[in-house]
Each structure stands twice: as C-alpha cells, then as structure tokens.
C-alpha cells in the first residue's frame, strides 16, 4: 500500500510549481509543519488512537479521527528559514499568472474578465501596453506557412522504379556520376575528385590479386571520366593551329604521319601557345578519324585528364581562333499519345468542386514545369542545358565540340585483355531481307542497304577474327585502332562468371601470314573507320536502346534457357572503337608490361557492357590502381609527377594540405619530428627553390666558371651543412636570391638519351648494365655545354634500391661520399651489391636539433618578459642565422615553418631532389622510387663518381635516419 499511496501523493502534486518541494521527513525551520495539506495537527493528547500514522504521510480518504495528520508540532521557527520558504513558492506563483508559453496568445496576459472574442480581431480594442505585441502576432498569421518537413518514406516507397529515378538524377546535380557508379559504389571506397564521384579502392583486399591481373589475366578500369574535345575542320589548318601547341623536340607531335593517318593513336605533351619549353599543360591523347576519299575534312579527338580540360580548352580556342560560342538548341518535350489522353482525361475530371479521396495515394507529376526531368541523366547532370558546348570559328570554319561524358571509355590491362573481349563481344550479324525492305528509324537496317557499307563490316570482322587468335595483347603495334559493329553483349551472357582463357583451338585455325601481317603493320587503314564518329549514329544507338525489362521478358520467351536471343533484335548493334593502350615502353626489362585495349562506346550503354566484361572473370580496379600501374611502368601519372604544370601545383598544394591535416590529428607525443631528422619538407617538394640553389653550386649561370670556383661553392655549401640545420640559410644558401626562370622538366628526347648514357644505365637492381646509347662522353665541356641548356632544370628519374628496404613518398635523393662509396662493396664492372654485411646498407644522419621546441612551448605558456629572437646564443663558429619567423607564424611540433632553409647543404649529404611515387615493385622484386632530380646536382654529381660506380646515390626516407644505396636510371 505504501507504493501506491506514494504515487498517489505524486499524482496530486504533479501540477505544482518545480520550485516548490514537500519533503516527507524534514522537520527543518518548520518547513513541513506548514508545507502540507489539511489542518496543522498539534501533539497527540489521547493515548487510544488505533493507527499511528507515520511523519509527513499523507493518507488517502476520510479519517475516523476527524483527518487530523499525526504530525509533531517544531518546538521552534527560524523566522529567516520560514521566510525564505514562503518566499520561494510566491515566486513560483507569480511566474506561473504572468508567463506565456509560446503557443499562448496574448489575451492570456489580460484578466478573465476582459478577455473578449471581438479583441482578436480588433486590437485597439486591447489595452495600450499590449497593442504592439498583438500587432506582431496579427501579423505573423498572415504570413504564408512554411511547407511541413516531408516525412521520411518507407523503404518500399524509395524502393520503386520512379522515385529512385527523381533520387538518381538529383544526386547527380553536385558530382558527376558515371554509369558504372551504382556499381562501384556497393564495392569500392568512393572519392569526389576533379567534380566526379569516383570508385578509389574496393572493400576489399586485392593489391596482390589486381597486380596478378595486370600480369596474367586482364584488369577492367572506368576511364568515361577523362574528357574528349572534338575538332572538325580543314587538315591544313587544324595541323596549322595544333602546331603552336607542341614540339617535335619533345616527340611526336599531332602531325605524326602514323597518327595522322588514323591507323594509330597518339600522345603528347601540350604547352601554352609557342612557349617550349616553359609553361606545359600537360599530357593528352589523341585520335584522328581517317581520311574520306574526295574529302580534305577531318576529325580529332583529344582526350585530357579532367584538371587539364579547362587549360586546354581555353588554349584551342585561342589557337584556333574559335571565340564564337554556338547556343545549344532547345530541344522540345515531344509527349507520347498515351501520356497526352492521360493528361485530357485528368483535365476533363478536375473540377473547382473535386477533392481528393480519403485514403487514396498522390502521384507525383512528372511533367511539371520546373520539375525533374523523367527520364535517367545520361552524361553530365550538373552541366545547365543552356551552357555551350560547341565553338566556331568564321575565319578558320574549326569547329570545337565539348563531348565530355558523351562517349564511355574501359581499360582493359593485361595479355588476356584480346581474349575477354574475344569472348565478350561478337561481330554484329547481317540484317534479314525483310528488314532491309521495310523503312526503319534504326541505324543499323538502313546501313545494311548499303553494300560497300556492309563489305567494310566484313573485312573488320575478318581482322577481328584474326585478332582472336594472337596469344598476347602485347604482340600488336603500339596505339593500333581497330573498328567494329558488335551486337549487344548482353545477348550473349553467361549463365555464371567464367574466366576467359586463351582460344587454343582459334588460334590455330587464324592464318600464320594473316596473323603476322597483323602483328607488324596492324589494322589497315580502311578497317579503322567507325560510325561512332557519327553523331547522329551515337545519338541513335543510345535512344534505342533495349531496357533491361524487355530483355529479361524476351529471355523467358527462350525454349532453352540460357542460349542466345534469335534472331537479334534491330537495336542491338552497337558501333565500337578498340584503341590498343602500349605498356611498358621504358628501361631494359619487362617490355610490354601492362599493355591492353581501350574500349570506346556510345553514351548509354556503359553497364550493357560493363556486366558482360565482368563475367569473363575481369577483377576491377580504381584509381589506386591507376597510380600503381604507372608505378610499375615506370611511367609518370598526372597529375602526381607533373610540377611544371597548373594542375600538377595544385595537386600538390591540396597533397600537402590533406598530409598536413592528418599530421596535426595525431597527439604530439605520436608525430614524428621532421626536424630532428633533418627533414625540411616532408609534405611537399620545393622545386623552384632546389633548382636555384644548385644553378649556383653547379655555376651553370656562368658558362666560364672554373673547376677551383665550383669546388669553393661545393665547400661552403657542405660547411652550412656541418651545422646541422641550427643557423638558418636563406632560400638561396646564404646568396642574394635574384628572379630566375621557373623549374621546368625537360622533355627533350636528345637530351635525355644523353643524360641517360652518362648514368650508366642498369636493370632494375643493378644486376649488370644495359648496352648505353650512343652519344658524347662525361666531359668538363659536354657537362659544361649541357649545362648551359638545361642548369635550371629537372630530370625524371628512376631509384631502384640495391638493399632492403621500402621507399616512402617525399624521400630525399641525397649525393653520397667518397666514404659512403666506399661501404658499397661492389664486383669491378658491377653497380650491384655483392655484400650482406649491415655496413653495406648505407650511412645514417646524425640526429638534429630542433630549436623550435622551447618557443613553441614559451607560445602555449606566455610569461611577461619576451622571450627571445634567436633560439639560442650565436657563437662565432656558428653560420649567419637566416630571417626568423614572425611571432605570429603558425609553428607545428616537428616541423620547419617558414621560410625554409638551404634544402641542398641542410643535412649532411647534400639534396639531389625528392621522390613522388615510391612503393615495393612486385615487378622488379626490391623498392622502387620515381621522382625528379635537378640536372646540375645530377651532371655534377656523375661527373665526380668513378665510372664502375656512377650512378649510385642515397635515398632515406622522411622520417628515418638511415640511408640506403640506390641506382638512378633516366628511362627514355
């Protein structure tokens, strides 16, 4: 019973003020002699009372003794203590008369006997002290109400067909979705880069199974993303434009005479008009459509990475004089009869009086104005349909299309790359003679009425025939493009994911002489003609397509399940483009590493042949694997290893910005200091400033300077060295810095055949050398002219490890000591290490001072007396101290603020330059490095080593103190 008294007692209290307490038990100040209920009871006179109630209970009902409360009268009353408690309630009550809640109006304040329903209407009715709040509030309701929050939809409601299409195209106004997304984004970790949403790694582990992929088998990768520009004009006046762009010095140009004829695809790397060697963009695709007979027009495609688009296509225009924009034209809305009786119909039973039925669901009109549109986004959702995508030029008649989005692009890297798509693809059949007869809106039946047409079908698919049975994609000519009409892939589905495996048989039936035609000369010319250079065809093929639903019905329709759709329907060809993708072309090992096709189609129908690649047993790769693949050939990846270029600063910028912010998430006691380790940039390269300082040290900025002046420079720059980074040089070492040209990578090809024999170079571990190119000796003179050319530039160069170890990103390429070559035991003739001993593993950095520690601490606890400008007393010994940051600068534990020091003569082996891709190479089997160098510190450094061990330099890590030996090649 006591329980439910209790709640009882708290059901009748529940309304009363939170102030305002009731202790049971307190006896304190009188607070519960006159806090209760009922009458104050004074102490019991009669001894016959039958229940003895207990102190501060409250009993339910009516009491025999008159409902008198058992209580004990205080024998004394603090008058301060009684007050204050009476006190409290009176607040309580005043607080509860003159409050008003948010949902009360203001007649609330008024007393019941003045309140009037006429004053809601009429305020000056209300007193003169309410008039204005009441306006307010008048004037609030008239304000139009906001719209209520949609509430969240079931999962069966999201689930259907029309609301994941408005969902589908909403989600792809802010990023550019491709047409594999969905696909990627259920297994890959996905990355908004470049203005697209973009599968980065799977959530799973597969570096090794990918890599055995790019070895063995085949690797699919979504490339739609990178952007094509279309040119159309007169051959003479686009090869005129496109000429200012590129030089012959620095490899074949848009000019070339096997690219040009369209039987291959080329590359270069494009520059700002008539500035070579200074100021590149950087490094694009591209692919001429062969010629037409009669015709002196032509087509190009240039296909860029997404950060490079925006450059380039402001320098085509300017080149080829194209500032005239073309407005897109507004396509009409073209309603289907069955929609527009639906909508007559709507319109006849809408009435002013008609109202919709309880319990009945709305459907969403699609059709309004404004709206979403009702069909999937294809292409770039968050480009306005009134933004131009089209130039023209009236001097020139070159015409600029934007086709961005518009073309879909596969990779497929490895030997078998041939082989899925021998197996995934067959050559489109011939219409039947009913449907050449009959007028069609296809493409496909009205191209069949064409025999010449339909003879070129034939002949690609003879060279396709042939192309099953080479053994290796690595067998044809570089870039070789081949054209071809295939039937929907989706036709030919297997009933599960098999791996495709080379055709043994096929391959024996293919002509030997065919087959090594094919493999030395590559397709003929007029086998590289495609439709898909056609926009009307494009447009049509992608119109046309036929939906998933009506495929899965015509495959239930099939007596056998499983086997092929007969006949094919009309739609179901599809003009394609396999462009050959060359692999490794650089060093003395692995040639044709990484080598596969490039799959081109028409908008629309990337998951048609996404799913069928797949089920060829094909392992995906995303941008991870883009970079890795770069790494194993050896290659430069843009924008990553492309300082010289726009978009290759602002990669490092936003690198150094995500590396920064990852550094300063870690506890202090957890980071690195860099400082210690004699690191001054661990986050990012300074080019410019490593370029200038061994311009001077080199004295490449005077064509005289003898060998006792370079020697000097040399000197003074290992004794700023000795200090071990406690007095600080300027940007310049210690010398005047004055404007010099910006640090430009050269990409001369008779340069760095040069500089490439003056390495000396070797395989991948040294193992024995290769058979150098012809050229000049290392001379004084030859260094000294090569020089003069190229003092202020960098090289690329590749650092394959002698020992154990794992190259890291940002790892400094150091020159080593007599002393240091002296720990590398090699064989006489040899650059490998022959010896296992620890003192063979190279030297070790003495462990700097970091002097910043004490001023960041003296920051975190300020003390009246300033503290003060040089981190310690200068002694006369010690180098001049370079400018000190300002007080104001941001200092981090363990790094160097700015300005930076001397980067070469900072630690005791000067600084060559630094890596930018470095990881383990499964394909070499030791740590491999790719970065730039500076080619004064290089030539210098060569011309010093001993011809037997020329070429061997340190590489140590940015937060180890170890160095370890390193070959350098410079891969042509």
């Known amino acids: 019973m006591a329980a439910s008294k209790a709640k009882m007692r708290e059901k009748k209290l529940r309304n009363q003020p939170v102030s305002v307490q009731y202790p049971a038990t307190s006896t304190q100040n009188g607070d519960s002699a006159f806090s209760g209920k009922g009458r104050d009871a004074g102490p019991s006179s009669s001894g016959k009372q039958k229940k003895q109630h207990l102190r501060g209970d409250w009993v339910r009902g009516h009491q025999k003794d008159g409902g008198i409360y058992a209580r004990e009268m205080p024998q004394r009353i603090t008058a301060g203590g009684f007050a204050k408690a009476r006190v409290a309630e009176v607040k309580a009550m005043l607080k509860a008369v003159t409050k008003t809640t948010g949902s009360s109006h203001v007649f609330g304040a008024l007393p019941k006997h003045m309140r009037r329903r006429a004053m809601s209407h009429n305020t000056k009715r209300l007193p003169c002290r309410l008039r204005e709040v009441a306006n307010k509030v008048h004037a609030k309701s008239l304000q139009p109400k906001k719209k209520e929050q949609a509430k969240s939809k079931s999962r069966r409601a999201r689930r259907r067909h029309g609301n994941m299409l408005l969902e589908f195209n909403r989600r792809q106004r802010k990023n550019i979705w491709l047409e594999t997304h969905i696909w990627h984004a259920k297994r890959f970790h996905m990355v908004k880069k470049w203005g697209y949403c973009l599968g980065d790694r799977p959530t799973y582990k597969c570096y090794r199974p990918c890599y055995r992929a790019m070895s063995s088998h085949c690797l699919l990768q979504d490339l739609s993303y990178y952007c094509c520009i279309e040119l159309q004009g007169e051959e003479e006046k686009l090869l005129a434009s496109l000429s200012h762009l590129t030089s012959k010095e620095a490899g074949p140009t848009f000019a070339a005479a096997i690219s040009l004829s369209g039987q291959r695809q080329g590359s270069a790397v494009v520059y700002r008009a008539g500035q070579y060697p200074s100021k590149p963009l950087g490094p694009v695709t591209f692919l001429w459509r062969p010629r037409s007979p009669g015709s002196t027009h032509r087509q190009l495609w240039i296909w860029a990475h997404p950060t490079l688009k925006k450059d380039l296509l402001s320098e085509l225009q300017s080149v080829c004089q194209c500032g005239e924009a073309v407005v897109p034209p507004v396509v009409p809305v073209v309603k289907s009869a069955e929609v527009l009786t639906h909508e007559l119909e709507g319109e ?37 349909p009134s933004t131009p995508v089209t130039w023209k030029s009236g001097s020139s008649g070159i015409i600029i299309h934007d086709l961005t989005m518009e073309i879909v692009r596969y990779r497929l890297i490895g030997p078998q790359s041939h082989t899925v798509l021998a197996e995934t693809l067959e050559a489109a059949t011939d219409c039947d003679e009913t449907s050449k007869s009959q007028p069609s809106s296809l493409w496909w039946p009205e191209h069949c009425k064409d025999e010449s047409k339909m003879h070129l079908h034939r002949q690609q698919a003879d060279v396709y025939h042939i192309l099953k049975g080479i053994y290796s994609t690595g ?45 030395l000369r590559g397709v003929p010319e007029r086998c590289c003609q495609s439709y898909l250079w056609e926009k009307s065809v494009r447009d049509n093929v992608t119109e ?14 099939v007596l056998v399940p499983g086997s092929r759709l007969s006949p094919t329907p009309l739609q179901g060809r599809v003009p394609i483009l396999l462009v050959h993708q060359p692999g490794k072309q650089v060093g003395h090992e692995m040639n044709l590493w990484g080598a596969g096709w490039d799959l081109l189609l028409p908008k629309g129908w990337g998951m048609a042949f996404w799913v069928p690649l797949i089920y060829r047993g094909v392992r995906v790769g995303g941008l991870n694997m883009s970079l890795k693949h770069s790494q194993n050939k050896g290659a430069p990846h843009f924008p990553h290893d492309y300082p010289d270029c726009p978009a290759g600063a602002r990669f490092q910028e936003e690198q150094e910005a995500e590396l920064l912010d990852k550094f300063r998430r870690r506890p202090p006691a957890k980071r690195a200091n860099y400082i210690k380790h004699g690191c001054l940039a661990p986050f990012r390269c300074p080019w410019q400033q490593l370029a200038e300082e061994w311009e001077l040290i080199s004295g490449g900025r005077r064509e005289e300077a003898t060998q006792e002046e370079r020697q000097t420079t040399t000197t003074a720059a ?7 980074g406690g007095g600080r040089g300027g940007g310049g070492g210690g010398v005047e810095s004055q404007p010099r040209s910006p640090a430009t990578v050269i990409r001369n090809r008779k340069s760095l055949r040069l500089l490439s024999g003056w390495c000396r170079p070797t395989t991948s571990r040294g193992q024995r050398a290769c058979r150098a190119s012809e050229g000049p000796p290392l001379t004084s003179p030859a260094a000294s002219a090569f020089l003069a050319t190229h003092g202020s530039g960098l090289v690329w160069v590749r650092l394959s490890l002698l020992s154990k170890g794992k190259p890291e990103l940002h790892a400094m390429v150091c020159v080593p000591s007599a002393e240091d070559l002296q720990l590398l035991k090699t064989a006489p003739g040899s650059g490998s290490s022959s010896s296992s001993s620890s003192s063979s593993s190279g030297p070790s950095e003495p462990t700097h001072k970091d002097h910043f520690k004490s001023r960041i601490k003296r920051r975190k606890k300020p003390s009246e007396k300033a503290p003060a400008v040089s981190s310690g007393p200068l002694k006369e010994s010690d180098p001049p101290a370079a400018p000190q940051p300002s007080p104001t600068t941001p200092l981090d534990l363990g790094l160097w603020p700015d300005p930076l020091p001397s980067v070469t003569s900072h630690c005791s082996r000067v600084t060559l330059g630094w890596v930018t891709q470095a990881d383990f190479s499964l394909s070499a089997g030791c740590g491999e490095a790719l970065g730039f160098v500076s080619v004064a510190g290089l030539v210098s450094t060569l011309a010093g080593q001993p011809r037997e061990r020329r070429g061997v330099l340190l590489l140590r890590n940015p937060s180890s103190l170890h160095y370890r030996f390193a070959k350098v090649n410079v891969e042509v």
């Open 348 to 384: 006849a039973k809408k009435t002013p009086e008609a109202k919709q039925p309880t319990g009945t669901k709305r459907k969403r009109a699609s059709e309004a104005p404004g709206g979403p549109p009702a069909k999937k986004i294809l292409g770039d959702g968050t480009r306005s």
């Open 718 to 724: 290992m004794m700023v060295a000795e200090g071990g």
């Open 544 to 557: 046309n397509r036929i939906p998933e639903q009506e495929l899965n019905r015509m495959r239930s329709e």
């Open 475 to 519: 067998e044809l000519p570089s870039g070789t493009v081949l054209a071809l009409t295939v039937d929907d892939p989706r036709l030919t589905l297997p009933r599960k994911r098999v791996k495709a495996l080379p055709l043994v048989q096929q391959a024996q039936e293919v002509d030997e002489e065919k087959r090594r035609e094919l493999t």
